[in-house]
T-cell receptor
Framework: AQKITQTQPGMFVQEKEAVTLDCTYD???????LFWYKQPSSGEMIFLIY??????QNATEGRYSLNFQKARKSANLVISASQLGDSAMYFC???????????????FGKGTLLTVNP | DTAVSQTPKYLVTQMGNDKSIKCEQN?????MYWYKQDSKKFLKIMFS???????INETVPNRFSPKSPDKAHLNLHINSLELGDSAVYFC????????????FGPGTRLTVT
């Protein structure tokens, strides 16, 4: 079974509008972390935001916020006030933290390609 | 100053050859990783080293052999290259194995013909 599911292969948003990228996850661990990464067309992977499973508040980093709904096992990324430079591939990832170092690995979803229109 | 660097950026080679990709980080991090991103953009971890010791070894053909001569370097050697090895290979590092932030290198695009 897939551990990370991103159901939107592609999304379009108008510049200055907000957009939500969906991510659901599957784990039986009580302790885990959820991540979002951005991959522009240039290819590098850029860390955006992290949410720990025990964090009660939703994580925020500038224009990025993570809408964490633990009971629904969802960790959607919200980008406010979209900019043209936000056009990129976005990956949701999870790290199960229930064991030792051998478990501390990122499992990625298949990504969502976001296009911001002027 | 590049935090995580990889060489080469592009690598084109023929089936059956042996090749290496080098990775260096100047962040003083303890933990380094190799990831493979396939043609469909799916990203999967291959290996992780912490203080030069292997801590993650995913189901990867043993033609792939990582080597960490010191904490700042993690190289990837691939023997008998196959067409299916064509992908982008990313090196990454993090301060410690429990740290959540990982810093990725620019990637090496390997094309096997």
């Amino acid at each position: 079974a897939q551990k990370i599911t991103q159901t939107q292969p592609g999304m379009f948003v108008q510049e200055k509008e907000a957009v939500t990228l969906d991510c659901t996850y599957d784990t039986s661990d009580q302790s885990y972390g959820l991540f979002w990464y951005k991959q522009p067309s240039s290819g590098e992977m850029i860390f955006l935001i992290y949410q720990g499973s025990y964090d009660e508040q939703n994580a925020t980093e500038g224009r990025y916020s993570l809408n964490f709904q633990k009971a629904r096992k969802s960790a959607n990324l919200v980008i406010s006030a979209s900019q043209l430079g936000d056009s990129a591939m976005y990956f949701c990832a999870m790290r199960e933290e229930g064991g030792g170092g051998s478990n501390y690995k990122l499992t990625f979803g298949k990504g969502t390609l976001l296009t911001v229109n002027p | 100053d590049t935090a995580v660097s990889q060489t080469p950026k592009y690598l084109v080679t023929q089936m059956g050859n042996d090749k290496s990709i080098k990775c260096e980080q100047n962040l003083g991090h303890d933990t380094m990783y190799w990831y493979k991103q396939d043609s469909k953009k799916f990203l999967k971890i291959m290996f992780s080293y912490n203080n030069k010791e292997l801590i993650i070894n995913e189901t990867v053909p043993n033609r792939f052999s990582p080597k960490s001569p010191d904490k700042a370097h993690l190289n990837l050697h691939i023997n008998s290259l196959e067409l299916g090895d064509s992908a982008v290979y990313f090196c990454a590092s993090s301060p410690q194995w429990i740290s959540y932030e990982q810093y990725f290198g620019p990637g090496t695009r390997l094309t096997v013909t």
